[in-house]
């Protein structure tokens, strides 16, 4: 198992660590990505298996047949659209080789235990592909960021608690602490230290409609979040978690013959057999970064 330090809260921001990540609120992070558009109407039944039930066996690059064409087709259009996609270094895959309402301490846990269980269901469709290093990764939420201090019950001491605000006023830990702004890896200067220091941040926003993901973490609405913490598939966060591993969106063209899979906003409530093996692509096109 991979040790990870994923997660930081604000507004509640939340930071974590996979190595390291931690979860909390940037406002100008909603230009890095788009917000992702979920129509609650539209989602549809997979038509596919849970991925307990396909085979993902395969530890080399061959996917199903059918997957070939449509595969090829996102991987031409990723590298096409992104600006030096195999240059850049901090998707999800380069931090796991390398994360106002009272908030009960027992919150807190099933926080944790939610998005470890919803970036663990990434992680499994990778484990054992083509050198993939890691089976599990022990995500970890290292600390909160929020108004006052006084919001978090219970014993804090195992977390950083952040009070600091951004432009805008929102809770956000401190960018110091942040891979996202510390891509070098230098952290001498987090007051909390470098062992504290976070890899993403989960930024759940009271009211906010759809989703947001990146490098940077995930950002997804409170209420939603709160309320489906003990469900597996929590799809908009694992939709915006496809994002922090490099995916892309879906809206202005479909590849051929694949209709429902978790990137395609609304379409499908689980990672489906297409969102694995597109992950699986970038994972063989960055392996090599890698001294493994």
Known sequence: MKPATFVSLSSLPLAFSAPTLTLH???????????????????????????SKRDLNQTTWNPP???????????????????????????????????????????????????RRQFNTWITVLAGFDGFPYESVDVNVVGWAVKSASVLQGDTSAIQVYTTTDSEGVPQCDERCGRFFHQDGDYSACAAGADRH???????????????????????ASEYFMENLGTDNIHIVLHELGHTFALDDFYDWTPMGVTNFIMLAGSAME??????????????????????
């Open 65 to 115: 047949s059918n997957l070939v064409t449509p595969l090829k087709e996102v991987w031409d259009h990723e590298v096409s659209t992104y600006s030096d996609a195999l240059g850049f270094k901090n998707y999800g895959y380069d931090q796991v080789i390398a994360g106002t309402d009272t908030v009960t301490a027992a919150q807190r846990t099933q926080v944790e235990t939610a998005i």
């Open 198 to 220: 976070y890899d993403q941040s989960l930024w759940l926003t009271p009211g906010f409609g759809g989703g947001a993901g990146g490098d940077w973490g995930q950002r997804v």
């Open 25 to 51: 609120p940037h406002a100008h992070r909603r230009n890095v990505q788009p917000i992702c558009a979920f129509d609650a109407n539209s989602v549809l039944e997979p038509t596919t298996q849970p991925i």
């Open 271 to 292: 990672i489906t057999e297409f969102d694995a093996w597109m992950a699986r692509d970038w994972w063989r096109n960055l392996k090599s970064r890698y001294s493994l």
